[in-house]
């Protein structure tokens, strides 16, 4: 395991390594992991002008995250992006936005967006279920429009803290899990994870300069439990969030900053680029990735290894899932 010293230690030297005019996307980083890894970026990056934008969904009240940026970081050009992620619409919008601006490269492309549903399958307008549209739809979506923006930069990472490493079987026949009777917490989350590496693969494949992570943080004390609704909500609110959130939790300190080491450390990059990013810490070594080409990181920062059971879904489903994405998106956005 990488420890958290080391972690710290490595980030610590990110000023002197890093270089200027960083172009650095963030989707969910209005709260919890991904907030935290934004703030670090924008210590690491001071004095060097970076250009950072944030897609959330409320500008109000994220204007006082803004404000800490900036205050952080005044070179750093910080643009915050109000669009609805549980849309594919809206991502569509939000990446004109980011794009209209004119943006010549993306150096990181960090995705910490989601959430888990307590309430049974809700469909939004577009007839998709957010929560697995937030983990998985919109995340895809988000790459496959900024692919040419990632690939013009010299050391381009794309990061989704999820569940990586956590794949498991899905229901391939129901994807989206429109049947009732496939469709519960955990298909959600596995369904979600399963098809986000899936989807990572084929682009890692087709983007052999990217260097593609997708990692599982484990228990994590962020808001999410305490936000559930329902009578499951409930008891994981005023039960189980508080005892977990107590005495098994990583801090979302920690997890951010573990979030932000696979980012920039050449520990979790390609090997055409890993001179180009931050030096392997001492003691450790270069993570290995999956067959299909992205790093998948558990909740001790090693490699989770889940080769056995993707290599029977990489057979059998990579094109079925690529397939259903694009009929999801058509149909979501009209087309």
């Known amino acids: 395991m990488a420890s958290y010293k080391t972690i710290q230690s490595s980030l610590s030297s990110l000023p002197s390594v890093l270089p200027s005019d960083l172009k650095a996307v963030f989707v969910g980083a209005t709260t919890g992991i991904g907030q935290s890894a934004l703030l670090r970026f924008a210590r690491a990056t001071v004095s060097k002008s970076p250009t950072i934008y944030i897609v959330g969904r409320n ?42 601006s004119g943006l010549d490269r993306i150096d990181y492309l960090i995705m910490s967006v989601g959430f888990i549903s307590f309430n049974g399958r809700k469909e939004t307008k577009e007839g998709l279920e957010p929560s697995m549209t937030t983990r998985y739809y919109s995340r895809a979506r988000f790459i496959h429009h900024f692919l040419p923006l990632l690939n013009a930069s010299p050391n381009p990472h794309v990061l989704n803290v999820l569940a990586g490493g956590e794949e498991a079987s899905i229901v391939s026949s129901d994807l989206d899990l429109k049947d009732p009777k496939n469709y519960s917490i955990r298909n959600a989350a596995v369904h979600s994870a399963t098809m986000l590496t899936l989807t990572l693969e084929r682009y890692a494949a087709a983007n052999p300069n990217i260097s593609f992570v997708h990692s599982f943080p484990g228990l994590v004390a962020t808001p999410t439990l305490s936000r559930a609704s329902g009578l499951v909500g409930f008891f994981l609110r005023w039960v189980v969030s508080p005892i977990a959130m107590t005495f098994f939790a990583m801090s979302v300190d920690e997890a951010g900053a573990r979030a932000f080491f ?14 180009q990013a931050a030096p392997i810490p001492s003691g450790l070594q270069k993570a290995k990735r999956s067959q299909g080409g992205v790093f998948l990181v558990g909740k001790d920062s090693e490699a989770a290894g889940n080769d056995t059971l993707l290599k029977e879904l990489r057979e059998n489903e990579t094109e079925k899932v690529w397939e259903h994405t694009v009929q999801v998106w058509n149909a979501a956005v009209g087309n």
């Open 59 to 100: 500008s109000k009240t994220s204007a006082p995250l803004v404000a800490e940026v900036s205050s952080i970081n005044p070179s750093a050009k910080v643009e915050f992006i109000e669009k609805d992620v549980s849309l594919i619409q809206d991502v569509d919008e939000a990446v004109i936005e980011i794009k209209k």
């Open 262 to 275: 696979y980012a920039t450390n050449a520990r979790y990059t390609v090997d055409a680029t890993e001179d």
